[in-house]
């Protein structure tokens, strides 16, 4: 649990940060502050890797899942970090297919809903790029945050899909993606 055992209520930090004090005058803080965390552990935690990251299913799910997804998001590894230079990017150099199952079906359709196959791109391998440097992966990043990248055709396709629009008596857009 990363709240103190002290707090009874989880809003108790968002007041602490707001005002200083508790609601009843009782500072926020009890005891001793943490140790230092050394300047080895604090660069490694922070430079340019694959990181664990819960990724929504939607922006991951293969093209046959396209109601009810459980769970809602997933852990992947994915590039974050910082780099030697503020004019670099943490992008991938190599990247792995996953395969995971989750639950997927039609809604209201109980009959409909089972286990899913779905794949996901996780991060490998990652360093940092200047923009101007030729992209690492083989695919160039879809400007577009309504797209996503097919990674054996590179062409950025609209996340939505148009199945999700017609459930709903409307038509997808596929240039604008709504």
């Given at each position: 649990?990363?709240?103190?055992?002290?707090?009874p209520?989880?809003?108790?930090?968002?007041?602490?940060?707001?005002?200083?004090?508790?609601?009843?005058?009782?500072?926020?803080?009890?005891?001793?502050?943490?140790?230092?965390?050394?300047?080895?552990?604090?660069?490694?935690?922070?430079?340019?890797?694959?990181?664990?990251?819960?990724?929504?299913v939607?922006?991951?799910?293969?093209?046959?899942?396209?109601?009810?997804?459980a769970p809602?998001?997933?852990?992947?590894h994915?590039?974050?970090g910082?780099?030697?230079?503020?004019g670099?990017?943490?992008?991938?150099?190599?990247?792995?297919?996953?395969?995971?199952?989750?639950?997927?079906?039609?809604?209201?359709?109980?009959?409909?809903?089972?286990?899913?196959?779905?794949?996901a791109?996780q991060?490998?391998?990652?360093?940092?790029?200047a923009?101007s440097?030729?992209?690492?992966?083989?695919?160039p990043p879809?400007?577009?945050?309504?797209?996503?990248?097919?990674?054996?055709?590179?062409q950025?396709?609209?996340?939505?899909?148009?199945?999700?629009?017609?459930?709903?008596?409307?038509?997808?857009?596929?240039?604008?993606?709504?």
């Open positions: 649990n990363p709240l103190p055992a002290s707090w209520h989880p809003s108790q930090p968002l007041l602490c940060l707001l005002g200083g004090r508790l609601l009843h005058g009782a500072p926020c803080w009890e005891g001793e502050p943490l140790g230092a965390v050394n300047f080895p552990t604090v660069y490694n935690r922070s430079f340019c890797q694959p990181k664990e990251m819960l990724v929504p939607s922006e991951e799910h293969s093209a046959e899942v396209e109601h009810l997804l809602s998001c997933v852990a992947l994915r590039c974050a910082c780099c030697a230079d503020e670099l990017q943490c992008v991938p150099t190599r990247m792995h297919v996953v395969v995971m199952e989750v639950m997927g079906g039609r809604a209201g359709e109980r009959k409909s809903r089972g286990w899913v196959k779905s794949q791109l991060g490998g391998e990652c360093q940092g790029w923009d440097d030729e992209n690492p992966s083989s695919c879809c400007s577009d945050k309504r797209k996503r990248q097919d990674p054996q055709t590179c950025c396709r609209c996340r939505r899909r148009s199945q999700h629009c017609r459930d709903r008596g409307l038509e997808l857009n596929e240039h604008s993606c709504r």
